[in-house]
């Protein structure tokens, strides 16, 4: 039986499990492939990869595991140490493997919505998943000097996504989230900050025009999300980048092509039930 799983802390709440087994069942793997969750912090990501046997294909990884996962890997795919961090490891021939399959999410989930070329975009947030963000950007036509805003609830703590930037040649503004209102004159707004954060700017993001990707994915829709699709800007939620980079990540370990419809049906399904409490 070959083994794969996904590793965080929380994990409880993960959809990688339902999208994954999905995809199995739908290619005919269900009977040979299995993949669970479990519950690993930082100092526990050595521990669990010492103890994978040959079994194991991969691991998808959430926070807040995406960096330290870099140091343990004996390879690192491109994309992965430009953004500097992985969300997917894969087994091959005894040695670590590091993927970032966040990037191509987000570029699939906004060419799948309609947006295929952005010029100017605003960040909200500077963690990880904006770092992801600036490289997908970057590959959908923001490259030009100050293309890409970023805008940091603490600048201070903008360091990592500084650094992305560096790697990546992209010369990037770094200004507070307080000043979001001179920052809105752009083709696409992605919102990278946790859920409810960015509720209290909905409106005067909704009223800019601009396409809107929230990463947030449950619930939905977010305040943000409403506020844009009333205005009747485009709309993006965090479940197409979730599906679209599980779906990269099943064919790093497979060697299969995804099958994302599949994989989207059984994930759209496991959030209605979710979102109704059962």
């Not at 912090?41 to 294909?57: I, K, M, P, T, V």
């Not at 595991?65 to 994309?79: F, I, S």
């Amino acid at each position: 039986m070959k083994r794969a799983a996904v590793l965080g802390s929380p994990i409880a709440h993960s959809l990688s499990p339902v999208l994954h087994t999905a995809g199995y069942a739908e290619l005919g793997l269900a009977d040979r492939w299995r993949y669970d969750r479990y519950e690993c912090d930082e100092q526990g990501l050595a521990a669990f990869l010492d103890g994978c046997d040959d079994s194991w294909a991969g691991l998808s990884l959430t926070m807040p595991l995406k960096r330290v996962a870099m140091a343990l890997a004996d390879e690192v795919e491109e994309t992965a140490a430009a953004v500097g961090g992985a969300n997917t490891i894969v087994f091959d021939g005894g040695r670590r493997r590091a993927h970032n399959t966040d990037v191509a999410g987000i570029v699939a989930a906004l060419r799948e919505a309609g947006v295929r070329r952005v010029d100017t975009v605003t960040i909200l947030g500077a963690g990880a998943t904006a770092a992801s963000t600036l490289a997908a950007v970057r590959e959908l036509g923001a490259t030009e000097p100050g293309a890409v805003t970023v805008l940091a609830r603490y600048l201070a703590r903008a360091g990592g996504l500084a650094e992305a930037a560096e790697r990546m040649s992209a010369k990037v503004t770094l200004a507070p989230l307080a000043d979001i209102d001179e920052h809105l004159a752009v083709d696409l707004v992605v919102s990278t900050v946790p859920a409810g954060a960015a509720d209290s700017w909905a409106r005067t993001v909704a009223a800019s025009g601009a396409s809107v990707f929230d990463v947030v994915y449950a619930p939905w829709p977010t305040a943000l999300g409403s506020a844009a699709a009333g205005a009747g800007s485009v709309v993006v939620g965090g479940f197409p980048m979730l599906l679209h980079q599980a779906a990269a990540q099943l064919t790093l370990m497979t060697g299969r092509a995804a099958p994302v419809e599949a994989m989207r049906a059984a994930g759209e399904a496991e959030l209605a039930r979710r979102a109704a409490g059962e």
